[in-house]
């Protein structure tokens, strides 16, 4: 699976990989005109924020990308692309892999059709994924490090092509709570900085952890929402953009003040999620990212 690719050259890409693009999941009809009109101005608005660091494109299922097209202006583009229901944005798209100069080189594909649309317009040359790895169950540090959620069937198969085609050389495995998606509860912020949702399981496992380059890791403990099953570390992050998911909750402010704490340098957001973040997960959940 090599096309040329010289192994130890490549590295998974951390979120904080400058962007080239931003793709964004247009909602789904819900059958409630006025909550979809909603969450439709809410996703434009955030398409408009996102616009700032990179171009972004709104990625539509086929019925719905001529009403998409009609709401959003000229500088936002339009992807028509079959999504599956049951998994978000950010767990259908492709692991992007960048080189030694921070700039997109290859990526896995883990199948599917969104994620065959993201590659057709990324012009990236593939990889294909090693059997059971998908976007949400690894993030990576880019430093060799990577917290990840899947059965120990699954990394027993993925860990040595994780190594020689992505630059991984330390897994710390997590608990995701049957969700397959490690990145809505816990997430690497920076090199060695990684944000917890309070009272979670993993915790003490993570405070124990040695990342690849002999680093305890800092944990930013965030809280949890009171008033809906959503995620403060399920950010959107992008080069120096963070994106603060907001829940109307009085928890809100304090998720912000933490994060911006945690990551002086960085430009941090927040902006409305109630609408836009599925069950459990915060804005990370409905944007995927290109490297630059």
């Known amino acids: 699976m090599s096309d040329g690719l010289p192994t130890g050259e490549l590295r998974l890409a951390p979120a904080w990989a400058p962007p080239a693009r ?73 692991l992007f892999l960048i080189d030694r100069t921070l700039h997109r080189a290859a990526a896995f594909d883990p199948g599917g059709p969104l994620a065959a649309a993201l590659l057709e317009a990324a012009a990236s040359p593939i990889l294909p994924a090693p059997h059971g790895l998908a976007a949400g169950m690894i993030d990576s540090d880019g430093e060799g490090s990577a917290v990840g959620a899947a059965a120990d069937t699954v990394w027993s198969g993925v860990a040595a092509a994780l190594e020689r085609w992505a630059g991984i050389e330390r897994i710390i495995r997590v608990d995701d709570g049957g969700t397959g998606r490690v990145a809505a509860e816990v997430r690497f912020l920076a090199p060695g900085t ?25 944990l930013v403990e965030l809280p949890r929402p009171r008033k809906r099953p959503g995620s403060y ?19 809100d402010g304090e998720a912000l003040d933490r994060l911006a704490a ?6 941090v957001e927040p902006f409305p999620a109630t609408l836009l973040a599925p069950p459990g997960m915060g804005l990370g959940a409905v944007v995927a990212v290109m490297p630059a």
């Open 194 to 218: 990684v944000a917890i949702a309070a009272g979670d399981a993993n915790r003490a496992a993570l405070a124990a952890a040695i990342d690849a380059r002999g680093r305890r890791l800092r």
């Open 22 to 94: 931003f793709w964004l999941a247009w909602p789904r009809g819900s059958g409630d005109d006025g909550v979809d009109d909603a969450a439709r101005g809410d996703c434009v608005a955030l398409a408009d924020l996102l616009s700032l660091h990179a171009p972004v494109t709104l990625v539509a299922d086929p019925e719905d990308v001529a009403a998409c097209s009609l709401r959003t202006p000229p500088s936002i583009a339009t992807l028509a692309a079959v999504r599956d229901i049951l998994l978000p944005m950010a767990g259908q798209a492709p």
């Open 233 to 251: 570390t399920d950010v959107i992050i992008a080069g120096r953009l963070v994106v603060v998911p907001e829940f109307g909750d009085g928890r």
């Open 262 to 267: 945690a990551l002086p340098g960085r430009i």
